[in-house]
């Protein structure tokens, strides 16, 4: 049996890449409808290699027999929409910041917490994590099951496509704008983003600290442990695509190094991939338009008694965005709508 499937905010680059990955993964689907602003109706959206849907106006849609909704249109907007189509009897995969620490919406990776879709009942809402959350919890899953985690402290290097397509935008215009000499006029990024990085993302709180970087704490201990100690620096970097982190883990007890291979070569999700020689770790540029999270650098952290370090590398479209809402959705439909 296919489901009828609403994408909301579908001509964004998430939305986009969500029906890209629906068609990719032959989500089982008799009917996907895109859906965004107004000023979007009309415009028609790739479906898969040979499809094309027509957008169709978010704010005069019934959700009536819908059954899935994947949605990624903003926080604002998913306040208004997300609830109105869960009340017409659509389960919402809901992707935007709005509804992650509901204590009554589930915040899901399936690799990490696949069990808390259950929740989905209480509100027909599930959230989508962070991108830069994603990536790291599926990369910790499995060392804290070898050896509790005791405290993380990550800085990530992130690509400007977590802002949008405006920020993509910019950073092209930006770049293109150093080499004929214009002036730089930042617009979407608060410093000029093209041969530099930016130690802001999202908005400035009381602690010093950025929401971004508050979002990497609260996400990681609903995810997979409220006892885990995060502490996270966020960059946006010049680059289109792929976000990368730095990851120092700390464990409460002994962790060998070659065990820690093995748990990352074992976890679904990860690609490990690390030589200590000249291109033997991933880079951003080589993760867009891959599935996997990639770990690399992995090394003992000879400053505390049980330490790891390692670099982690995914395309923030991706599994960073669509890819994880989608696989939340084959869940769903696995395990619970079928």
């Given amino acids: 049996m296919g489901y009828k499937v609403a994408v909301v905010g579908a001509t964004g680059a998430v939305g986009r890449e969500i029906l890209n990955t629906l068609s990719e993964r032959e989500f089982p689907a008799d ?19 040979n499809d094309e849907l027509q957008v169709q106006d978010l704010a005069g849609f019934d959700f009536k027999g819908s059954e899935i909704v994947l949605s990624s249109p903003g926080a604002k907007v998913s306040a208004e929409h997300s609830p109105r189509a869960a ?11 709005y509804f992650r620490m509901d204590p009554d919406v589930p915040l899901v990776v399936p690799e990490v917490n696949p069990d808390a879709i259950a929740g989905y009942e209480r509100r ?15 990369a910790l899953k499995p060392l804290h099951e070898l050896a509790r985690i005791k405290r993380v402290v990550v800085a990530t290097y992130q690509a400007v496509s977590g802002a949008g397509k405006d920020g993509m935008d910019e950073l092209f215009n930006q770049t293109r704008g150093v080499f004929v000499n214009d002036a730089i006029h930042p617009e979407i990024f608060t410093k000029q983003i093209a041969f530099n990085a930016i130690p802001h993302i999202d908005a400035f709180m009381e602690d010093g600290f950025t929401k971004e970087e508050w979002k990497m704490v609260a996400e990681t201990k609903k995810i997979l442990d409220p006892t885990i100690k995060v502490c996270a620096t966020c960059v946006r970097v010049p680059v289109f695509i792929g976000h990368a982190e730095a990851i120092n883990v700390e464990f409460e007890s002994p962790i060998d190094e070659d065990e820690a291979r093995a748990a990352l070569r074992a976890q ?4 490990l991939i690390d030589h200590r020689s000249d291109e033997g770790y991933v880079t951003p540029a080589e993760c867009v338009g891959e599935d996997p999270i990639f ?6 952290d000879p400053t505390v008694d049980h330490g790891l370090s390692m670099w982690v590398v995914a395309d923030n479209l991706r599994k ?19």
């Fill in 87 to 97: 009340k017409a009897g659509a389960v919402v995969i809901d992707n935007t910041s």
């Fill in 320 to 338: 960073g965005a669509a890819l994880n809402a989608v696989q939340i959705a084959e869940c769903l439909v696995e395990n619970y709508l079928n």
């Fill in 124 to 138: 027909h809402i599930i959230a989508n994590p962070n991108c830069s959350t994603i990536q790291m919890v599926v």
């Fill in 31 to 49: 009917d996907v409808v895109a859906l965004a602003s107004e000023r979007s109706v009309g415009t028609r959206v790739s479906f898969g290699e």
């Fill in 295 to 300: 770990v690399s650098r992995l090394r003992t």
């Fill in 268 to 271: 679904p999700g990860i690609t």
